[in-house]
């Protein structure tokens, strides 16, 4: 290249002379470097942590950079340092680590508000390690979505709750389950307006029935008086048009609940789970009437084991645990179909582990109770499915029964965080947005679209393997939540909540449980159609 044309401005060299090395002469020596021994701190030697001078800056650190629990631990095991006891307030013998924990618990929504007694006493259900408390808390806003915006597909009804604990209904209202103080059904969401003034961040739904959870952990019940979701017998003869708080909970701070057919499941802040109804013949850990009102403590092995999630299906229900060694599954009740995932068709009357997970090097995340069927998303992503196949719910090609959990070998390239059971249907969502879905297709709402030709027989169709539901993926929105229905005494519909905040539904909508005017002899929608409710409010 031409430097003289190339724009690079031109290096001057001035002129040297030559000479033989050996004249060179130095006239400053050059000064000599000697090795030097590193400062310590105190006592300690040469090869210890550098800031071990300004403790106070390693935990701001460690708290500001909202390290994981399992990376507190490391730091413990691989470096004394963060072993040996702090000399901070409130707790001299803790370890930065430990601290680094609490200061990072401090910050979650359900531990800032508990007494300091409360918070000792959760430390000791977590091995008495503030880490496990922290992962603990950590564990239940993943799966639970606690403090956002939450979209809930009940039996025949839908209840919506916004980012600041506004909730809205709409749908079948034959029981009032709506809580508006009526029992006309409603195909526009309307503002429970008796719940003014109190900020909801929870809710479950079953067939006539909604409950509903204060960020005080007061809990909220409307429709059926009953706790089970059964539509027979003498339960669920009485009805509430409007929200009333369960009396037998106030001394319970609740912050999830679960409908499941004959009973009803509750967690509190602890991580204790109580129990409704169904208590005959020691279905679930106790003896009692099955119209019993009183919360009684699931007992057996999660006695002293804090729970992070509960989810209940047909007669049985599903319990995510935090144990030092990691997270597990519990599952108790009815065992038809292999469901409970012990390898058997047994019922349990006690919870037991599901000790699959160990044999699949897995770490479970989230739990799903379908009607018939249950799944699971790994922390690697994987998701596992169990019970009877029925329709392809299974996701693995057919429609066999499968008594332990099985990894979805269809899903191994698809990193999932979330996953979604229904009757004989389910959803899995995966880290960049995208859902797949498989099952049973009827009332159109596995999403799916349908082809040129026999669309209605498409969008009908049943799907054995997991399949993308590309009707989302035309949304131009990131999917960060699904919700479906989870009863088999009502058609099926689907929600589908976007980051922005959009709502999404699609599936059967006879009662107006979609949100959505249906046009003439229009019982369902194939299509995901926004429903006109403002989630940030």
Known sequence: MD?????????????????????????TPLPTFQPRQRLCYRDSRPGEFPLSASPSIVLHVLTACNLDPQDLAKLEATCSFFRQPANFAPDLDLSL?????????????????????????????????????????????ACCRREKSQAIAGPGHSIVVTSKGVVYSFGCNSSGQLGNGSTKEYWQPQPIRALQGIRIIQAAAGAGRTMLISDSGQVYAFGKDSYSETE??????????????????????????????????????????????WGSEGKLCHHTD???????????????????????????????????????????????GGKLGHGSRTDEKYPRLVEQFQMLNLQPRVVAAGAWHAAVV?????????GWGRYGCLGHGNEECELVPKVVEALSNVKAVHVATGDYTTFVLSDNGDVYSFGCGESASLGHNPGDDDEEENMHANVLSPELVTLLKQVNERVVHISLTNSIYWNAHTFALTESGKLYAFGAGDKGQLGVELVANQTERGKPERVNIDLDN
């Not at 430097?3 to 006239?27: F, K, L």
Request: overall charge neutral; some cysteine.
């Open 97 to 141: 680590s430990e601290l680094a924990a609490l200061d990072m618990c401090q910050k979650r929504a359900i531990f800032k508000p508990m007494t300091t007694e409360e918070k000792q006493n959760l430390k000791q259900r977590c091995d008495g390690s503030w880490k496990l408390v922290l992962r603990f808390l950590l564990a239940g806003e």
């Open 232 to 277: 027979f017998g003498i339960q669920g003869s009485k009805v509430a048009a409007t929200p009333q708080l369960i009396e037998s909970l106030k001394n319970i701070f609740v912050v999830q609940a679960t409908i499941g057919n004959f009973f009803t499941a509750v967690l509190s802040r602890e991580g204790r789970v109580y129990t409704f109804s």
């Open 3 to 27: 430097t003289s044309t190339s724009g690079t401005p031109t290096i001057q060299y001035h002129n040297i002379p030559d000479q033989p090395i050996t004249t060179i002469v130095v006239a």
């Open 378 to 386: 790994g922390q690697d992503g994987r998701v596992c499915t169990w």
């Open 290 to 336: 099955p119209n019993d009102v009183e919360p009684r403590p699931l007992l057996g092995a999660l006695e002293h084991i804090p729970v992070v999630q509960i989810a209940a299906g047909y007669c049985y229900l599903l319990c995510l645990a935090c144990q030092s060694s990691g997270m597990s599954v519990y599952s108790v009740g009815c065992g038809l």
